[in-house]
């Protein structure tokens, strides 16, 4: 079953379809569950959904300005949603669509009635709808994180570096397979925040700069930056860059499974939706460097990817 359980009415349903979209860009199509993709023929309804809720990790509910009209109802299927979640102990985040107010307490039915003090999320429904999701993110994957015990994605101290390590190896090897003398050339390395300033020659560089843990998934923010003695060679690596992660996705074992003692974790890499040069300016003053923004998971292998496969990347 999936992470994420999507609750709405059908009168919402339009905003539904647009936050389901977005959260399985970056969760990952199994990760989100919404009845409408989700169940299968031939089977009870109720049944179906009270199963998923209770295998699920967090219940998002969009309330939107007619959602309080049936919820006392009896058999509301919301209000069952709702209370399927909190008797099992599942984190109930209300997202509230548009101007919609938060329900007071008194007109909510007893067994939901503390989701009225739960701190809400506005998500507008026009130009702000992606500001306000990128606002609602870091409650999820707080709420995901907080759940999971250690497991082998962090059981080895040293995974982040390895990881890093091991993108940076198979860039390297890549690279001296190129026909392309200016991709032959380039040194690439992983740099830290005083790295920024002692950059010369030409080199191609990966800087972490957050990290995301997701249940049993952890995720690893960085930018590929490109450093040259001229425009064009910059643009060239750039280029060269992004048709190899498009073509690799996942990271062979040679490159990062060989410094494991468990090679049962897989590195999977895909597009980013973050700003590189807002990352930029955080870490440095130095001028604006022609950089590319991706998301590495390390997973147990066989798990589905947290995002969609690599399809672009964020260029600046």
């Not at 199963?51 to 967090?58: D, F, K, L, P, Y």
């Not at 008194?106 to 989701?115: E, N, S």
């Not at 940076?168 to 991709?183: F, M, P, R, T, W």
């Not at 990271?251 to 807002?278: C, T, V, W």
Request: contains cysteine; glycine residues 6%.
């Amino acid at each position: 079953m999936a992470t994420i359980f999507l609750s709405y009415r059908r009168t919402d349903g339009p905003q539904a379809c647009r936050i389901y979209d977005w959260l399985t860009a970056r969760f990952g199509n199994d990760a989100v569950f919404m009845d409408v993709t989700a169940i299968p023929f031939a089977v009870s309804f109720s049944d179906f959904i009270r199963e998923a809720i209770e295998e699920s990790r967090v219940l998002i509910t969009l309330i939107g300005a007619d959602w309080h009209k049936r919820i006392a109802e009896p058999n509301d299927s919301v209000c069952m949603e709702i209370e399927t979640a909190l008797v099992n102990g599942i984190p109930v985040l209300p997202v509230l669509i548009g101007n919609t107010p938060m329900p007071d307490r008194d007109t909510l039915p007893d067994a939901i009635a503390d989701i009225a003090a739960q701190n809400a999320v506005t998500v507008g429904v026009l130009h702000n709808f992606h500001s306000h999701m990128q606002s609602l993110l870091p409650k999820i994957e707080s709420i995901l994180g907080a759940m999971s015990a250690e497991s082998e994605v962090t059981a080895n101290p040293q995974i982040v570096q390895l990881a890093c390590r091991g993108i940076v190896d198979y860039l390297i090897e890549k690279a001296g397979h190129s026909s392309n003398q200016s991709v032959q050339m380039v040194d690439w390395r992983t740099i830290g925040t005083n790295d920024f300033g002692n950059m010369t020659g030409n080199h191609g560089t990966l800087f972490l700069h957050r990290i995301t843990r997701l249940a049993e998934l952890l995720e690893l923010h960085f930018i590929l930056s490109f450093w040259g003695h001229a425009s064009d060679i910059e643009y060239v690596l750039a280029g060269w860059a992004m048709s190899e992660l498009e073509r690799t996705p996942v990271i062979p074992e040679n490159h990062f499974g060989m410094y494991l003692e468990n090679s049962a974790l897989e590195l999977k890499l895909r597009r980013s939706d973050e700003d590189a040069r807002q990352i930029w300016k955080m870490v440095t003053d130095r001028s604006l460097r022609l950089s590319l923004s991706y998301v590495a998971t390390i997973a147990p292998r066989g798990v589905a990817p947290v995002g969609p496969e690599i399809k672009a990347a964020t260029v600046i």
